[in-house]
Antibody
Framework: EVQLVESGGGLVQPGGSLRLSCAAS????????MNWVRQAPGKGLEWVSY????????YYADSVKGRFTISRDNAKNSLFLQMNSLRAEDTAVYYC???????????????????WGQGTLVTVSS | QSVLTQPPSVSGAPGQRVTISCTGS?????????VHWYQQLPGTAPKLLIY???NRPSGVPDRFSGSKSGTSSSLAITGLQAEDEADYYC????????????FGGGTKLTVL
């Protein structure tokens, strides 16, 4: 059974830092691209960041570029999000989400999330 | 403001059919990228409902169906049940920013 379990959320002051983790199990983690998606209280979903299966390719939403860093440790089946210079508008539940793999034969990229974690709440407030 | 546009809310009585629209542009849905739908029950994480415009993952009832045309997509739910009350989000890929997945603002479905 695929499981994604986030941790590391909490209360942090504006300008502070936090590191989120996502522990993966039930699948070969190193074969999959991963993402972080967040949801502010009472709001919709917002894609935050992507990392390829090897960690070579990384992308960020404009709203977090230069402040957040995504990384992974395939040996430990773990995904991370280092969040620096946090702002009130970063307050949200952060989900790690597995991306369905692209088809190497057709070159088709589906670009969707087939499994999600339960989320971890990050609150940025003084 | 979300890149993909959804109605904030829809409602229907048990047994009825409802549809939720998702409108994009030439940089996402209109560029040929697939649309995917997620269901988020209250207090839970999103769950994949429809992928690749029309496909249902194993375990999703056939009461749920998706379609795509031009720059828009729709999610249809037939035989509405109380347990379908949830938030629904469409999602696609956008060429405006490399690697950017985009979501609709979400639609709250109320079963009357």
């Amino acid at each position: 059974e695929v499981q994604l379990v986030e941790s590391g959320g909490g209360l942090v002051q504006p300008g502070g830092s936090l590191r989120l983790s996502c522990a993966a199990s039930g699948f070969t983690f190193s074969d999959y691209e991963m993402n972080w998606v967040r949801q502010a209280p009472g709001k919709g979903l917002e894609w935050v960041s992507y990392i390829s299966s090897t960690g070579v390719s990384i992308y960020y939403a404009d709203s977090v570029k230069g402040r957040f860093t995504i990384s992974r440790d395939n040996a430990k089946n773990s995904l991370f999000l280092q969040m620096n210079s946090l702002r009130a508008e970063d307050t949200a539940v952060y989900y790690c989400a597995r991306e369905y793999p692209y088809d190497i034969w057709s070159g088709y990229y589906p670009y969707y999330f087939d499994y999600w974690g339960q989320g971890t709440l990050v609150t940025v407030s003084s | 403001q979300s890149v993909l546009t959804q109605p904030p809310s829809v409602s229907g009585a048990p047994g009825q059919r409802v549809t939720i629209s998702c409108t994009g542009s030439s940089s996402n849905i209109g560029a040929g990228y697939d649309v995917h739908w997620y269901q988020q029950l209250p207090g839970t994480a999103p769950k994949l409902l429809i992928y690749g415009n029309t496909n249902r993952p194993s375990g999703v009832p056939d009461r749920f169906s998706g379609s795509k045309s031009g720059t828009s997509s729709s999610l249809a739910i037939t035989g509405l049940q109380a347990e379908d009350e949830a938030d629904y989000y469409c999602q696609s890929y956008d060429t405006s920013l490399t690697g950017s997945k985009v979501f609709g603002g979400g639609t709250k479905l109320t079963v009357l």
